[in-house]
């Protein structure tokens, strides 16, 4: 079925819906609900046309499916609830941790020395108790934890989570992103404030981040060496974490709606000069410094947002901020109003489209008969002059084309898809309003809607 000179059809249905309810665009503008759907069809003969892009092999799926499985061996992870004071939020997360199977272990970690918390107390199963460990702490060292807690770990790389964040819906998305790239730091983050102009490398790690081991271990190390003696910058230990590691994380946009930005700006200021200072003394006393620039991934930097129902994640490579020297009003420009499920809300660039611009949707790993509906609100000729192309690693993209409306077997496979701009586009910008995966079942029957 895999054999390269097989050619099936993949059938692209563009269903136009023409609408006026695109409130912070225009009045008058269309929104556009494309089908993407993938249906074994007749083999045909294509020996006639000279060039004819196949896709992937089932060699290169079955090879991609087996670095995933590695990876996950390689990098097994530890789930580390805190609990301060809010049981009910620890014995949710703890039971949905356990049941997404996606971690070796569960540390939950008590900070209050007052209570000495027990897995009686969290209500667990007895088939859950092996693969659940509490911690209970002497004194509260709240800005240490996730790096101790992680340092205690049996596994490679740890998430963390906060008792008082129950949200567990992007936590497959973050799993997926940290296997993608696992040598860099991965945060969830609603930097985005219309209200300040926030750097968008700072995240609170507080409500979902993924690392190494290794990485709070050297943490913990830089703490000794440099906070000792000046506790009182201890409460700066998160922020310290995200500049002394010295690369861009990998975030992942939520809501923008965030009652802590301030503290967060204010902080991150705090934390850069006192790190500046440093460097400059260490520079200067040593001819060198510790904190070398390091780059431990890809170095094209991207907007994500994960799902509502965190089964994919939309990027793109318009960032919200593009200009150092401009406060920008990014309330429309963040990433997680393509995906939060509301088609009234879109994701906008702040922008016109220049060549190479793209959105793109991973759904965190290969997959075989992926459908979508893809809803936009920019125009058709913009639409029909993206490229589209697919991809089992987000790096070696194939382009999607077609012959006639016949599609090769190897188009069938992918993890990511994308839409790039091939010309410069005067006076547009990207606008996507939602993304809906569909079932099978619905599939067929639009299908033979279609067929009528």
Same mark, same amino acid.
């Given at each position: 079925?895999?054999?390269?000179?097989?050619?099936?059809?993949?059938?692209?249905?563009?269903?136009?819906?023409?609408?006026?309810?695109?409130?912070?665009?225009?009045?008058?503008?269309?929104?556009?609900?494309?089908?993407?759907?993938?249906?074994?069809?007749?083999?045909?003969?294509?020996?006639?046309?000279?060039?004819?892009?196949?896709?992937?092999?089932?060699?290169?799926?079955?090879?991609?499916?087996?670095?995933?499985?590695?990876?996950?061996?390689?990098?097994?992870?530890?789930?580390?609830?805190?609990?301060?004071?809010?049981?009910?939020?620890?014995?949710?997360?703890?039971?949905?941790?356990?049941?997404?199977?996606?971690?070796?272990?569960?540390?939950?970690?008590?900070?209050?020395?007052?209570?000495?918390?027990?897995?009686?107390?969290?209500?667990?199963?007895?088939?859950?108790?092996?693969?659940?460990?509490?911690?209970?702490?002497?004194?509260?060292?709240?800005?240490?934890?996730?790096?101790?807690?992680?340092?205690?770990?049996?596994?490679?790389?740890?998430?963390?989570?906060?008792?008082?964040?129950?949200?567990?819906?992007?936590?497959? *998305? +973050?799993?997926?992103?940290?296997?993608?790239?696992? !040598? @860099? /730091?991965? &945060?969830?983050?609603?930097?985005? #404030?219309?209200? %300040?102009?926030?750097?968008?490398?700072?995240?609170?790690?507080?409500?979902?981040?993924?690392?190494?081991?290794?990485?709070?271990?050297?943490?913990?190390?830089?703490?000794?060496?440099?906070?000792?003696?000046?506790?009182?910058?201890?409460?700066?230990?998160?922020?310290?974490?995200?500049?002394?590691?010295?690369?861009?994380?990998?975030?992942?946009?939520?809501?923008?709606?965030?009652?802590?930005?301030?503290?967060?700006?204010?902080?991150?200021?705090?934390?850069?000069?006192?790190?500046?200072? *440093? +460097?400059?003394?260490?520079?200067?006393?040593?001819? !060198? @410094? /510790?904190? &070398?620039?390091?780059?431990?991934? #890809?170095?094209? %930097?991207?907007?994500?947002?994960?799902?509502?129902?965190?089964?994919?994640?939309?990027?793109?490579?318009?960032?919200?901020?593009?200009?150092?020297?401009?406060?920008?009003?990014?309330?429309?420009?963040?990433?997680?109003?393509?995906?939060?499920?509301?088609?009234?809300?879109?994701?906008?660039?702040?922008?016109?489209?220049?060549?190479?611009?793209?959105?793109?949707?991973?759904?965190?790993?290969?997959?075989?008969?992926?459908?979508?509906?893809?809803?936009?609100?920019?125009?058709?000729?913009?639409?029909?002059?993206?490229?589209?192309?697919?991809?089992? !690693?987000?790096?070696?993209?194939?382009?999607?084309?077609?012959?006639?409306?016949?599609?090769?077997?190897?188009?069938?496979?992918?993890?990511?898809?994308?839409?790039?701009?091939?010309?410069?586009h005067s006076n547009q910008s990207f606008q996507v309003c939602d993304i809906q995966m569909i079932s099978k079942e619905k599939t067929l029957t639009n299908r033979q809607s279609l067929d009528m």
């Amino acid at each position: 079925m895999w054999q390269r000179s097989a050619i099936f059809s993949i059938i692209i249905c563009i269903i136009l819906y023409f609408t006026t309810f695109t409130p912070f665009i225009s009045d008058n503008v269309q929104q556009i609900y494309i089908t993407i759907s993938h249906f074994n069809t007749r083999s045909e003969d294509y020996s006639s046309y000279d060039t004819i892009n196949i896709g992937f092999s089932l060699f290169e799926f079955e090879q991609t499916k087996l670095n995933e499985i590695q990876l996950k061996h390689e990098y097994n992870l530890t789930a580390i609830v805190h609990y301060r004071k809010r049981l009910s939020y620890v014995k949710k997360m703890v039971k949905y941790l356990f049941d997404t199977q996606l971690f070796k272990e569960i540390i939950i970690w008590n900070s209050n020395p007052h209570i000495n918390l027990t897995l009686q107390q969290i209500n667990i199963d007895l088939n859950m108790i092996k693969f659940i460990r509490i911690i209970n702490s002497k004194e509260n060292i709240t800005h240490k934890i996730k790096y101790l807690a992680c340092s205690e770990a049996n596994t490679s790389a740890c998430f963390f989570i906060y008792d008082k964040w129950y949200r567990p819906y992007y936590i497959k *998305s +973050l799993i997926a992103s940290f296997y993608s790239n696992p !040598n @860099t /730091l991965h &945060f969830i983050s609603n930097y985005l #404030n219309k209200e %300040i102009d926030v750097p968008t490398s700072f995240s609170w790690t507080d409500y979902g981040c993924i690392f190494l081991r290794k990485y709070a271990q050297q943490h913990l190390n830089l703490i000794n060496k440099y906070l000792t003696h000046d506790q009182n910058l201890l409460h700066l230990i998160d922020d310290l974490f995200l500049i002394w590691f010295n690369d861009i994380p990998i975030q992942l946009n939520i809501d923008s709606q965030h009652h802590s930005s301030n503290l967060l700006y204010n902080e991150s200021v705090v934390a850069i000069r006192k790190l500046q200072y *440093s +460097l400059h003394r260490d520079r200067f006393i040593s001819n !060198n @410094t /510790l904190f &070398f620039h390091k780059q431990n991934h #890809n170095s094209s %930097i991207y907007v994500k947002s994960p799902s509502f129902n965190d089964r994919f994640i939309f990027f793109s490579n318009v960032l919200a901020i593009y200009d150092d020297h401009k406060v920008h009003d990014i309330s429309f420009h963040n990433t997680w109003k393509a995906v939060d499920g509301n088609i009234s809300t879109c994701w906008q660039t702040n922008r016109t489209i220049y060549s190479g611009d793209f959105f793109a949707i991973d759904f965190l790993y290969a997959q075989t008969n992926i459908t979508f509906v893809l809803i936009v609100s920019h125009n058709r000729i913009t639409q029909a002059n993206l490229e589209m192309s697919i991809s089992f !690693n987000g790096i070696w993209w194939i382009p999607y084309e077609s012959f006639r409306g016949q599609f090769n077997e190897g188009f069938k496979s992918f993890r990511y898809i994308k839409f790039k701009a091939i010309n410069n586009h005067s006076n547009q910008s990207f606008q996507v309003c939602d993304i809906q995966m569909i079932s099978k079942e619905k599939t067929l029957t639009n299908r033979q809607s279609l067929d009528m």
